[in-house]
Structure formats: C-alpha cells, structure tokens
C-alpha cells in the first residue's frame, strides 16, 4: 500500500488535495479547506502493443525503476485514482521511426470514451515527414475530432522549433488557439538528433509569435544548472510560454524532487504545471514529492491544477 500525502485525499468520488484558504475575517482567522482537482497535463496511453514497439520498451525497461505493463487508458486511469489525480491531458504521437506510433483518431476516441478523467487530447503530426502543408490538414482533421493541442518532437522529427516554413502550423494552432507542446529534452530512442534539444529555438518562436500558447515539456532540457536558468528566463520573459516537470532526470524520485525544488528556488510556480509523461513515471511519486516540498498553498494550486486549466482552455473546470 503506497503512503499518500496528507493533503491529498479521495472522499469518495472526490480526487484531488487541499488547500486552505483564510477567510476575509481575519480577527476570526477563519480557514476554508478547499479541494483542487490535480491535473496531469503530459500523459500518453496506447491502444495496442503495436503503438510502442518493443525496441522502446526494451529501453524503457533498462531507465524506469517502474513497469506498468502496456499501458492503456484504463491503466492509467487505475494510477490516477491511486495518486488522487482527477484529470489528465492525453497526447498522440507521429514518431513511429522513434518507436511511438499513437495516432490522433485513437486519442480523440479515448478522451470520448472517458471525458470525466481525460479533459484534453493533443494531437501530432510529423511536419518533416509529411510536409507542413500535410501537417496542418491533419491538425485540421484531429481539431474536427475534438482534439485541442499539438505535440511536435524536434529531436525524432528533426526540426528547430523557430524553422520558418513551420510557422504556417503554428499559426493553425494560433487559429484555433490550441497550444503546442515541444519535447527537447535529451531522449534514447532511436533516430533522434540531439543538436534540436535546446530553449534557444523556443525562445526565438515564443518573441515572433507571441500568441502561440507553448508548452516546454519535461522541465526544459536538463533540470539543472545552466539548461534551468535558460529555462528560468525563456519563462519569465515570454508571457505565452509555460512548462511541465515530467521525466526530469534522472528519472527516478530523486530527480522529481530536484525539479520541484528548482521550481520554489526561481519561484516559478506561475509557469508550471503538475505533468508525469505516463508510462514514464507514476503520477503517486509526484504526490508524494510535493509533499515534501515547502511550497505555499497557491503554489500547490497553480502547479497542480489552475495553470493547466487555463492553459489547455478548460477554465470551466475550476472550482
Ligand atoms: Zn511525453
């Protein structure tokens, strides 16, 4: 039985953790307690064994000190009640060279299948592979089926997020005003190219088109010193850029503690939002971590729910 933190609580249907909120009267010093949705903005769930090939697997296997098995939506839907985890934000992937083959028709049919739980669905498509002219048709088809996001990979699909002949794409996502997430991290898998793992290229893309909603995933490249000062700056000085902390390295308890601790030491709790990369992580070790982080109680609200929320649109979900 895993231990989970005292602010986080189940009571019954009701997922999410606590927050106290002080009263107006403060000669009474009332205290309301409060209960937040958690939010997980980085998820992938697969249909099939087909959609993460076994040489992926075989790698994920020798860096996680988890397994959970082919993980489908009804998997992590099984680990977001465990953690306490009201909601999660799903992502396809087109990077089926890379070992990732989760297409937008399978994420717009899961967010269906369980809107109560998945909120938002992204959708990908490979602007190299197929052309951008093709990639924004099948931003279009995936926007029809319900999907309000976009996940580009540099590293797998080889591009740097400013290359002009993409912003015809990002201006689709400006259109719609859906967001674009951008995995730089460093990756193992096969075909990546490590010289598009970097902020500057985003940086660039957030100050021409200030618009565009972005969403640095993974905590940037590295979360620690100097990569997290880029972060820091990317962040603080671009209104429309936000990041999520999943998969820090190393990928273990540890390195989710090193990443929360860098977001309450450049108090960045305005920028960044509570995300786990399932399979990659357990969402019940983030809770945990947070626990053990002396983060305020708006903090917490912001990280864990309320930036997401307005990022991805779903305002309307706030309590
Ligand atoms: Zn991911």
């Known amino acids: 039985m895993e231990q989970v933190p005292t602010f986080f609580s189940y009571f019954g249907v009701k997922r999410g953790f606590f927050f106290k909120r002080e009263g107006k009267d403060e000669s009474k010093r009332e205290v309301l307690e409060m209960i937040q949705p958690i939010v997980d903005?980085?998820?992938?769930?697969?249909?099939?064994?087909?959609?993460?090939s076994q040489e992926l697997r075989a790698?994920?296997?020798?860096?996680?000190?988890?397994?959970?098995?082919?993980?489908?939506?009804?998997?992590?839907?099984e680990q977001m009640d465990k953690a306490g985890v009201q909601f999660a934000v799903l992502q396809a992937y087109d990077i089926k060279e890379a070992g990732m083959d989760i297409p937008n028709a399978f994420v717009a049919e899961t967010i269906k299948k369980y809107p109560?739980?998945?909120?938002?669905g992204y959708a990908s498509t490979d602007p190299i592979k197929r052309g951008v002219?093709?990639?924004?048709?099948?931003?279009q088809e995936a926007y029809e089926m319900g999907l309000r996001g976009l996940k580009l990979h540099p590293l797998?699909?080889?591009?740097?997020?400013?290359?002009?002949?993409?912003?015809?794409?990002?201006k689709k996502c400006i259109e719609y005003n859906i967001p674009v997430g951008f995995h730089i991290q460093p990756a193992p898998i096969p075909g990546v190219r490590l010289k598009f793992c970097n902020i500057v290229p985003?940086?660039?893309?957030?100050?021409?088109?200030?618009?565009?909603?972005?969403?640095?995933?993974?905590?940037g490249k590295y979360p620690m010193p100097p990569d997290v000062f880029d972060l820091m700056c990317c962040l603080m000085s671009k209104r429309n850029v936000f990041t999520d902390t999943s998969a820090p390295m190393p990928m273990t308890k540890e390195g989710i503690l090193n990443t929360l601790g860098w977001i309450k030491k450049l108090n960045l709790g305005d920028k960044s939002m509570f995300g786990t990369d399932f399979p990659i992580q357990p969402q019940s070790w983030w809770v945990e971590c947070m626990e053990k982080v002396d983060f305020t109680e708006g903090e917490k609200s912001k990280i864990m729910c309320s930036n997401a929320l307005k990022f991805i649109g779903r305002e309307d979900l706030l309590q």
């Open 41 to 52: 903005v980085h998820c992938h769930v697969v249909g099939n064994e087909k959609m993460m």
């Open 59 to 77: 790698i994920f296997a020798k860096l996680l000190s988890w397994d959970c098995g082919t993980p489908t939506p009804e998997v992590l839907i």
């Open 202 to 219: 985003i940086d660039e893309l957030a100050h021409d088109l200030p618009e565009l909603k972005i969403q640095i995933c993974h905590f």
């Open 133 to 139: 002219r093709n990639a924004i048709a099948m931003l």
């Open 116 to 120: 109560d739980r998945f909120i938002c």
């Open 156 to 170: 797998a699909m080889q591009f740097s997020p400013n290359d002009k002949k993409l912003y015809p794409l990002y």
